[in-house]
């Protein structure tokens, strides 16, 4: 990067191809530079003349909109030797990502206006990409849904009707009916159904070591039916829903029927890893909730994108230490990072002709704004937010547990050889992450979420 004395903008990037959305919705690559001001995009077009303090060649490269991650869990408080909120951002950082949405199931909890108020204060100066909170529903604070969502820095209630990873679990109708009754914004759920869970535990617990049950434990009977029970509650009171890490094709046909109220989530996992293989490759490192499961069920998930039933890409980023992963299942613990990883496995996917560019980026971030309401992200435009994902669609590089910065220093994606990579993360309008190389000091900020 150049810097000249007299400016009209604080950054210019310069020569790139940019990602721009027409007013038909169509995606079009544009050699187009963009120029800087105060965090915010000034302007778009031929600026090569204009003065800038410091100049981004991005001769080669691909600008888009900055990315998000609307599911991570990045484990603090409580948790830290899996992840901090330092740690999971870096790698959000060092994979393109520009904002991060984050789960409650932290220990304690964040269930209370006292845990969001510590989470926010962990994250000040701490946080490499911006961010956004989830307060987790229960029991114990259901009379507190309504003002609680509607804290600075929390993007809604999130509610887990089966058992995972941590203590909030609401899973009756009558408590869901109340959480459903409390608040307005939308809430993202995790659909299983517990008592299907607890009825067939004894499927794995009799059999140690057989990981490749996993799916049918946690069945496709256990989702759907926790799926059409969320779903007739939504209907019911109106409360829009947005259904996390979905992985049958039987909730997709139900779901592509009420996307009045409903809006979905699938991961680059499910899309990309296959059972049995995975579980015979993996093993436990191939465990999550839901589980990854056969062929028949990812062909429905990219009919699903294709047809835009799916409207958002979550990584569901949950580590855990190389140590708990070698447990004997089912004492292993669920969940695999995902964070740093799931544009790159995305971009893959692009080149192989899977889906388009353009509509991963409506996945990662022009859905993200809509659904949300994230002022100034979602496209590339004078006025908006200058916060940028840099790509090299053509550089080809493999995947390695090296170069995973989470705590946990492993990828399910580990040997991958992917076509595609984040080559710069514009945050705030500064240039955060270069070439592998993290720049500067922490400037994530909390995001601004209007519904």
């Not at 995975?278 to 499961?293: D, S």
């Not at 022009?366 to 090299?392: H, S």
């Amino acid at each position: 990067m150049s810097s000249t004395s007299s400016t009209k903008f604080d950054l210019l990037i310069s020569g790139g191809e940019v990602l721009l959305r027409q007013s038909s919705g169509q995606w079009t690559l544009e050699k187009q530079d963009i120029g800087i001001k105060a965090g915010r995009i000034e302007a778009v077009g031929s600026l090569g003349g204009q003065p800038a303090a410091k100049t981004f060649q991005a001769k080669g490269l691909q600008v888009l909109p900055g990315l998000i991650d609307t599911q991570v869990h990045f484990r603090e408080p409580g948790l830290e030797h899996k992840e901090d909120l330092a740690s999971g951002t870096r790698a959000a950082l060092l994979g393109g990502i520009t904002g991060v949405f984050e789960m409650p199931n932290t220990k304690p909890p964040t269930a209370t206006a006292l845990d969001l108020a510590d989470k926010m204060g962990r994250a000040h100066n701490r946080c490499w990409t911006n961010y956004a909170f989830y307060v987790g529903a229960s029991a114990d604070n259901i009379s507190k849904l309504a003002s609680l969502e509607q804290l600075p820095g929390c993007c809604g209630i999130k509610i887990f009707m089966g058992s995972s990873t941590g203590t909030l679990l609401v899973a009756d109708d009558h408590h869901l009916r109340q959480v459903l009754q409390q608040g307005r914004r939308r809430i993202a759920v995790h659909c299983e159904d517990d008592q299907r869970l607890t009825e067939r535990a004894a499927l794995v617990k009799n059999s140690p070591g057989s990981v490749h049950l996993h799916p049918e434990w946690r069945d496709v009977e256990t989702a759907l039916r926790a799926t059409q029970r969320i779903v007739k509650l939504s209907q019911e009171t109106k409360r829009p829903l947005h259904i996390l890490h979905v992985t049958t094709g039987e909730e997709l046909a139900l779901l592509k029927n009420h996307k009045d109220l409903c809006t979905v989530e699938c991961t680059p996992q499910h899309l990309t890893l296959t059972a049995p293989e995975c579980y015979e490759k993996l093993g436990t490192f191939a465990q999550m909730n839901p589980p990854i499961r056969d062929r028949r069920h990812q062909e429905a998930l990219w009919q699903a994108v294709a047809s835009g039933v799916v409207d958002v890409l979550g990584s569901d980023h949950a580590p855990h230490t190389i140590e708990e992963k070698r447990q004997t299942y089912p004492l292993s613990p669920a969940g695999m990072p995902g964070v740093q990883t799931i544009l790159p496995v995305m971009l893959n996917h692009v080149h192989q002709g899977r889906l388009s560019l353009g509509r991963v980026v409506e996945l990662l971030a022009t859905n993200p704004a809509r659904i949300w309401g994230l002022d100034g992200y979602g496209e590339i435009r004078p006025g908006g937010l200058a916060n940028l994902t840099v790509i090299d669609q053509r550089r080809q590089v493999e995947i390695t547990n090296d170069w995973i910065a989470s705590k946990c220093k492993w990828t399910p994606f580990a040997g991958m050889k992917v076509t595609g990579w984040p080559t710069a993360t514009i945050i705030n309008g500064f240039v955060a992450m270069r070439d592998g190389e993290i720049l500067g000091s922490p400037a994530g900020q909390p995001l601004n979420l209007s519904i």
